[in-house]
């Protein structure tokens, strides 16, 4: 089993398994990543391997600051202008990858672009101290929920990884935004930790949304899986259901509902998202056969919200 120990003390431990090749769980401020030198390629297969995840899903490459960054990317102004106002903080940029980065090709699956991220708290202290940048996916196994704490990481993959470093519960609670940059054109390839709309703001320009599916193949339509089924925009719960409730008002029939947890009380939407995922593993472990999740406004983080549910409740692949 995974070594558990509180981010106060892990960082020598982390320092030496990862300077070793090892795969190594974090907390960030979105999700926990499950992280290794970006620059070694058997540490990065270890990753997939612990994830069980296709060898054709790129890895967000994640970086101290803005200086690691721009070893690895080609930044416009426009890119610039963005890593400074967000990072750190929750958005991915993909960018132009610059050739001779040292970044292991297994990271970027091959294509000439690469996603970089400046992650909060003990990601980038690690990240500095190693002086490499880290490739680390959400620590889950693939299709199943992601983990926003500790225990979910080890309830999943503790029999698979050395260590697992214990941040608490993350504050973001749902990975974050990614955003591709071109010239002079910005597109949303997945909602998350950013709304689109400050990103607009911050920019000064519209972000195109919709080319979601093809640009980032970790977006397989079954992403966040539990293993109830879900019905989403309920308007009424049937016996025996699970709620997933939001705001409030209750649908109708809530008290019949095997288990109710509510994602905010209140109606917002960040605490919601930090609610997400812990939610979701909870009333899944309740046992339900269905979960039904009461509707939640499309606007603000309420886009990447919608999105998961989206994937939690599209039809099972294998
Ligand atoms: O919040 C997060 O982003 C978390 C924490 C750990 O940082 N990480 C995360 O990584 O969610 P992952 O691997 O679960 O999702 C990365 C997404 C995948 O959908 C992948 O396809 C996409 O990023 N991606 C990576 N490189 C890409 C590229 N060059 N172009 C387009 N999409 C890319
Ligand atoms: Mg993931």
Not at 192 to 202: L, Q
Not at 233 to 259: C, H, Q, S, T, Y
Request: with cysteine.
């Amino acid at each position: 089993m995974a070594e558990i120990l509180p981010e106060s003390e892990a960082l020598p431990r982390a320092l030496d398994l990862l300077g070793a090749g090892a795969v190594v769980a974090i907390p960030t401020e979105t999700v926990y990543g499950l992280s290794a030198d970006a620059t070694n390629g058997e540490a990065v297969a270890r990753i997939y391997e612990a994830k069980g995840r296709p060898r054709f899903n790129p890895l967000i490459a994640h970086v101290a600051d803005i200086a690691m960054a721009e070893r690895l990317a080609h930044f416009s102004p426009l890119a610039r202008k963005l890593a400074e106002a967000f990072w750190p903080g929750p958005l991915t940029l993909v960018l132009p990858h610059r050739g001779g980065s040292g970044i292991h090709p297994l990271v970027t699956a091959g294509l000439d672009t690469i996603a970089l991220r400046c992650p909060r708290g003990f990601a980038p202290r690690a990240i500095a101290a190693l002086d490499r940048p880290l490739a680390a996916p959400s620590a889950n196994s693939s299709g199943r929920i992601t983990a926003t704490t500790a225990a979910a990481v080890a309830a999943d993959l503790g029999d698979r990884i050395p260590l697992i470093v214990d941040g608490g519960a993350t504050s973001v609670g749902l990975e974050s935004t990614i955003l591709k940059v071109e010239d002079e054109k910005l597109t949303l390839l997945r909602p998350g930790g950013v709304a689109a709309e400050d990103i607009e703001r911050a920019a000064g320009m519209s972000v195109a949304r919709g080319a979601t599916g093809i640009q980032a193949p970790g977006m397989m339509v079954s992403h966040y899986a539990p293993r109830a089924a879900m019905r989403l925009n309920a308007g009424a719960v049937n016996p025996g259901e699970a709620l997933l409730a939001f705001g409030p008002r209750r649908a109708e029939g809530a008290e019949r509902a095997a288990a109710m947890l509510n994602l905010s009380e209140g109606g917002d939407l960040r605490e919601a998202a930090a609610n997400l995922f812990s939610h979701l593993l909870a009333l899944d472990r309740v046992g339900a056969a269905l979960i039904a999740a009461e509707p939640v406004p499309p606007e603000g983080l309420g886009e990447a919200i919608n999105d998961r549910l989206a994937r939690a409740a599209a039809p099972r692949g294998s």
